[in-house]
């Protein structure tokens, strides 16, 4: 008996490095050169996460080139997830964020695509970004340091096929935006942007309840009211203002990459001027399209605010990258404000 | 660790093979552009320290970016203690280099130009650091751009010498930074010549102690080209050096020659701003030894609102020195406080111009003031910039 047992033992401590998340390699920082070596996914090509994996979900999302993106967090086992109001969740050290770029094309001919896979590792040594490139046959994604191009086409809610040069970040890139003074940090897992219902093998859980059931959080945090910007029951103030949160507010933020501007766009903004009423461009050049404020009430027209947002030209358009085509549904959402205003 | 050399050459891939060198580099590398000209289509970044970026000299290795199609300047670097020296970038569709938040930085014999001459659609900045410490600039060259050449913002301590600007709206811009000395430059057919401004609601404000000493600014009469909301797009065409809501500015030595409206203005920020702790007005302002030749023979009347009231005011005489006369009300009734007053010490007896605020609000008074000699008291020297190496 005794045999067997530790025979079996043996085998299972074997296995572990073969099939188990690899921890040890996420508090040292390391990066493998595949996708499939961190062991997140149960099948890769479509996504399906193996236990210690969890899906989660954004009520607002960044834009990213109408690509779809599959969102999934590990945590260490037993490990708690600190929440401080208005902040990201501080997930501890050994956490992984994981989130893959698609296009479904689900009403075309065309296949679906993965483009790349993005992870936040939360090593010993701060958060560290990387970029997984997926290959032609999408059956694995390879480390990608310095990004890519990929040149594609997909299609679009109504069916149109739009072509795309979608950019893959690079190290650097990944910074940009993920940085807050001196530090890289996750952008969108804030509660306020998380109170939304998941189904979990097949039932619907609120997903912050389903986070306390897990032991990671508290059951009452505090945190703001925050909608999806999608949805056109809601205000047409909170969907810009969740809109502005989620696409400029991780670099328009004291201490983030367009601090130089004193342009503030969080959610938890009050002051008229920062957020860009009236407020003069500081270094914008001609991407003022020689207009004199941000934002002037009840004028998208004469707001720079919106018409960086509808330009393609690189040395105009917001935000700084992240995008080659205009975001036609964001551009409606800002500019009905506006005009509320 | 040692030190190694990356030669990259001009290629089909050229984004990514300076890209790639710029991501793998250790710190201690130089990155070594050959020369020739390296077509780039997506902006360039650099965030390893102790990097060194260089070329063969900037007519020799040139980055173009006409067919920029992503990235908000040619070239961003983020971290510290790097040096770019011998290349240039060309035709940017925004900034063409810039620098955030790195300190020790050093742009040594680079240039920037938007080589189709100046026009609204050029990048707003050349030589572009911001928010960081120890900057030098030193022999580079700024042409084209459409705000300013060479914009240091938000900054401490630093340095630009022995460079030369041209075609830009602003030739050379120290903004809302700290400890500047600004010398041996030439600054020649720019919108205006030497600007050292201070903006309202931006984190660091309050700009102090800048030196711009001989300095050659020259002809500095392009039609202002701006984008309109940009604040150099108030700049009159034809003004030599401009200091707006700074304190404690000396400028002296520099030759000042043919700029159309005026040779040296002081001016506060004229605009509504929210932010109760910022001072609009100049303060402690030095002006000394200076050359000036026929400054004022060609004001922008046509098109700027500051050149032509002081037309006005001046029947005519633009002057080589302007001084809105803005004060705090308390100041307009009491006076200013001693160690804030304008001090000028010149030989040639260059002409000047200041307002009386109340006069001019009042009808019928002359507001218009010409005696040099209200200003006269000691000059005190301000400190030399010393760069501090930062680790």
């Known amino acids: ?341 | 660790m040692s030190a190694a050399l990356i030669i990259v050459e001009p290629s089909e891939n050229s984004y990514k093979d300076i890209q790639e060198a710029l991501i793998f580099a250790e710190p201690g590398d130089v990155v070594r552009l050959t020369g020739g000209t390296f077509v780039i289509e997506d902006g360039l970044s650099l965030d390893i320290p102790g990097v060194k970026i260089e070329g063969e000299g900037m007519d020799a290795s040139i980055l173009e970016f006409s067919n920029q199609k992503s990235g908000a300047q040619g070239l961003l670097v983020t971290s510290d203690n790097v040096t770019l020296q011998d290349f240039a970038v060309v035709n940017a569709k925004g900034d063409a280099i810039k620098s955030k938040g790195a300190n020790n930085i050093s742009f040594i014999r680079v240039k920037t130009e938007w080589t189709g001459g100046p026009n609204t659609t050029n990048g707003a900045y050349g030589l572009y650091p911001v928010e960081s410490e120890n900057i030098l600039i030193d022999d580079c060259v700024a042409i084209g751009a459409s705000d300013a050449g060479i914009y240091v913002g938000q900054s401490i301590n630093i340095i630009v010498k022995n460079s030369f600007v041209k075609h830009n709206v602003a030739g050379i811009e120290i903004e809302n930074s700290f400890y500047a000395d600004v010398y041996g430059n030439l600054a020649e057919e720019n919108t205006g010549g030497i600007l050292v401004f201070d903006l309202p609601d931006l984190p660091q404000q309050g700009g102090h102690h800048v030196r711009v000493f001989n300095n050659k600014v020259i002809n500095n009469n392009t039609p202002n080209f701006a984008p309109e909301g940009n604040i150099v797009g108030e700049v009159p065409s034809g003004s030599g050096i401009m200091v707006m809501a700074n304190s404690h500015v000396e400028v002296f030595e520099n030759r000042i020659e043919n700029n159309g409206t005026t040779g040296i203005a002081v001016v506060s920020y004229a605009d509504d701003y929210e932010d109760k702790s910022y001072y609009p007005h100049p303060r402690s302002i030095q002006i000394h030894n200076n050359e000036y030749i026929n400054n004022g023979k060609n004001p922008d009347v046509e098109s700027n609102e500051l050149a032509k009231l002081l037309f006005e005011l001046s029947n005519g005489e633009m002057p080589d020195i302007f001084w809105d006369g803005v004060v705090p009300i308390s100041q307009m009734v009491f006076g200013q406080n001693q160690e804030d007053k304008m001090i000028i010490d010149e030989d040639g007896s260059p002409t000047i111009i200041t307002l009386d605020p109340i006069k001019y609000i009042l009808p019928l008074l002359d507001p218009v003031k010409r005696d040099i000699n209200e200003f006269s008291g000691n000059i005190k020297p301000l400190k030399a910039v010393e760069l501090n190496e930062v680790l």
């Open chain 1, 1 to 341: 008996m005794k045999f067997f047992k530790s025979f079996f033992l043996i085998i299972s401590l074997l296995s572990i490095p073969l099939t188990a998340i690899n921890k040890q390699a996420h508090i040292e920082g390391k990066f493998f050169s595949k996708l499939s070596d961190y062991h997140f996914f149960k099948d890769l090509t479509n996504q399906i996460p193996v236990d210690e994996v969890l899906p989660y979900q954004l009520q607002s999302e960044l834009f990213s080139d109408y690509t779809h993106k599959q969102r999934f967090v590990y945590v260490p086992p037993t490990m708690k997830v600190p929440h401080e109001k208005n902040k990201v969740f501080m997930f501890p050290v050994g956490s992984v964020l994981i989130k893959t770029f698609s296009y479904q094309n689900t009403i075309s001919e065309l296949a679906p695509q993965l483009l790349e896979t993005r992870l936040l590792i939360h090593s010993e040594g701060g958060w560290k970004a990387v970029s997984y490139i997926w290959n032609e046959d999408q059956s694995e994604a390879y480390l990608s340091l310095v990004g890519g191009t990929i040149q594609t086409s997909f299609s679009d809610k109504n069916g149109n096929i739009i072509s795309v040069r979608y950019k893959a970040p690079n190290k650097n890139q990944c910074k940009e935006c993920h940085q807050i003074n001196a530090s890289l940090t996750p952008i969108g897992p804030k509660a306020r942007n998380m109170n939304l219902t998941l189904y979990y093998d097949g039932k619907p859980q609120n997903q912050l309840a389903k986070w306390h059931d897990l032991g990671w959080i508290d059951q009452d945090i505090d945190f703001m009211k925050m909608i999806n910007y999608s949805s056109f029951n809601e205000n047409i103030g909170d969907r810009a203002r969740a809109y502005l949160e989620i696409n400029c507010a991780h670099c328009h933020i004291p201490g983030g990459a367009a601090d130089t501007t004193g342009l503030y766009l969080m959610l938890e903004e009050t002051n008229k001027k920062s957020l860009g009423f009236y407020k003069k461009p500081v270094a914008a050049g001609k991407a003022s399209f020689n207009l004199k404020y941000s934002i002037v009430p009840k004028k998208p027209n004469q707001s720079i605010l919106l018409r960086r947002m509808e330009s393609m030209d690189p040395g105009i358009m917001m935000p700084e990258s992240g995008r080659a085509l205009k975001h036609t549904e964001g551009i409606e959402v800002i500019s009905e404000w506006i005009n509320s205003l």
